[in-house]
């Protein structure tokens, strides 16, 4: 693995008397890359077991982190200090041995997420139930071969069904169903003392 890491802090006073007597900034860039990270990827049936593990992927990931800190007010009754955070990072599959998609599976064997090249770490994917019997598929194919749709119909509830087994009809294979991951995470967080023995501290998240 290799890291890059460029950060900086500065102080300044930028007002005068009670208000803003002083500011502090923090702001750290890093760029991250992992090469043939071990992941349990899955092998021909003559190999004797279901998955191995190996080096299987290259993974990079960046991202910023920034902090404020106020002293907003401060005398001898009361004293607020006011602090921001900002943090935005993006976690990339550059490489799978193989271009293969490899699923993760939690302990009890059900789907975690799958990782696959270009892809963030961590997206949802599963099979997709259409709600139409011609419905098309993200790839642009519909869902449900046309030679086949007759044998379809939408039931009640709103999913496709098989018209003789009543069967629900769900994708042959995996889509992408969301990002978990935010954009950015960002707090706000206020510290007040009233007299040196109260203190009121609050904070939002964003």
């Keep these: 693995a290799s890291e890059l890491e460029i950060g900086t802090d500065m102080s300044f006073s930028p007002g005068k008397g009670d208000w803003f007597r002083s500011a502090n900034l ?72 193989g271009s293969a998609e490899i699923v993760q599976t939690s302990a009890a064997g059900s789907t975690g997420y799958v990782f696959k090249e270009g892809r963030q770490i961590g997206q949802i994917f599963g099979f997709i139930f259409p709600k139409a019997v011609d419905e098309i598929s993200p790839d642009g194919t519909p869902f449900i071969p046309k030679e086949l749709q007759d044998q379809y119909e939408v039931a009640s509830n709103g999913y496709v069904v098989n018209k003789t087994s009543r069967q629900p009809y769900a994708s042959a294979k995996f889509y992408p169903l969301g990002d978990p991951n935010p954009k950015f995470n960002m707090s706000f967080i206020n510290d007040l003392n009233f007299k040196g023995y109260l203190t009121l501290s609050f904070q939002f998240d964003w």
């Design 26 to 97: 923090s702001f750290t860039y890093w760029d991250r890359s992992t090469k043939d990270a071990i992941l349990q990827v899955d092998v021909a049936p003559s190999v004797g077991v279901g998955r191995v593990r190996t080096n299987a992927a290259d993974m990079k990931s960046s991202g910023i982190q920034a902090s404020l800190n106020l002293g907003v007010y401060n005398n001898k009754n009361l004293n607020w200090n006011f602090t921001t955070l900002f943090s935005k990072q993006k976690s990339i599959i550059d490489r799978i041995q």
